[in-house]
């Protein structure tokens, strides 16, 4: 029974977290959940009202998609809801492993490594492949997954400039041997990491490379394999990380690498081994999401016309701009404001102009850049984009 001593250190701590959330509240920094009323799509459904979407990370349209539906369905009606075990005790059926052959083949990779979650995939492979005596380099843009699989992985932890060969070099210098971990297609910058220039710095300095492809898979390559398969690099990064929760509209998140790679993980990464593995309808959708993406590249062409649109549009085309890179086109499309007020004030002009394009603020992206993150897709249309640039350049 509860006495009075637990109720007051209840009390102290709900008071400390009352006095946390104030703290937040004060410094614009306050989060809530918007209940969304409807699918997905590049139309939502928010309090009874209709608003375009430029907040999912859905480039290709596919989270509605009635054959990725019509496939999850059939999967549950076979093989029910749930995995209901870890993938070492009871967990992997015949799905887990047709969708880590069909990943490995579209990405490149000698096998890969499904996880519950893109997020489980970066803690769970970096813990694994990292440890105490490796220096971890980062881009100071890495998404917190990568930040936190790093964390974990109790490694030497260094930040390089954001897409800067020249630092990412002068560090390895120093640090020759390590592991350099990058995105290739920024979450939160739309920009494209200069992966080959990598490639050659960290041949020359012994370094391994990890990149997480969440972005830019189903968004660019062959047949949507991604920017490591566009430039051919699939033999020169050590391991590849990506989600089946973006572009191929589903959940779930995936590790490639050599063989050897993936076996490490199959004994070592504690999220893969202590975690239920995924559902049977992530699974299906995620190899019905494949094919889509595989042999529709319309919908890529149309994404990144829409893309270019709303970056011309505002006048953005410079800004992103990655030389050496040289592509100069995503669907993330950022329109920094400054400060955190400034971001939430124009969050709230687009809601009352029915678009749905949250402030993004700190932790997420560095103090004094908070801005609204357009993520564009291949369901929105012209009149959408012409909208949202019509607002943007009245709010300026
Ligand atoms: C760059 C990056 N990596 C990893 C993740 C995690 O993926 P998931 O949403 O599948 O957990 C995200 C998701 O936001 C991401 O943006």
Known sequence: MPGPYNSEIKNMLNEKLKSNIEKLRADNLYRTLRVMESAPGARVMFEGKKYVNFASNNYL?????????????KAVDEWGTGAT???????????HSKIEKVLGDFKRFEACA?????????????????????????????????VDGARLSKSKL???????????????????KSWVVTESLFSMDGDVAPLKEYVEIAKQYQARLYV?????TGVFGPKGSGLINEWGL?????????TLSKALGGQGGYIGGSRELI??????????????????????????????????PTRRERLLFLSERLRMGLGLQSKIKNQKSKI????????????????????????EAGIYAPAIRPPTVPKGTSRIRFSVTSDHTEQDIDRVIEILNKWR
């Not at 075990?85 to 799905?95: E, I, K, P, V, Y």
């Not at 699939?234 to 590849?240: F, L, Q, Y």
Request: proline share 5%; charged share 20%; glycine share 8%.
């Open 85 to 95: 075990a870890s993938r070492l005790l009871g967990g992997t059926f015949g799905l």
């Open 114 to 146: 499904v996880f519950p979650s893109g997020y489980q995939a970066n803690l769970g492979a970096m813990s694994a492949l990292m440890g105490p005596e490796d220096t971890v380099i980062l881009d100071r843009y890495c998404h917190a997954s990568l």
């Open 158 to 176: 260094r930040v390089f400039k954001h897409n800067n060969p020249t630092d990412l070099e002068k560090i390895l210098k120093r640090h020759p």
């Open 328 to 351: 100069f086109n995503s669907p993330i499309i950022p329109f920094v404001v400054g400060s955190e007020e400034k971001a939430l004030h124009l969050a709230k002009v687009l809601w």
């Open 263 to 296: 076996e490490w993980i199959h004994n070592s990464s504690r999220s893969f081994i202590y975690s239920t593995g995924l559902n049977p309808g992530s699974l299906a959708s995620a190899l019905a999401a494949v094919v889509v993406c595989m042999t529709e």
């Open 234 to 242: 699939e033999s020169k990064i050590d391991v590849c990380m990506g």
């Open 61 to 73: 349209g596919l989270a509605c998609d009635e054959r990725l539906k019509g496939a999850a369905k």
């Open 212 to 216: 997480d492809e969440a972005h830019a």
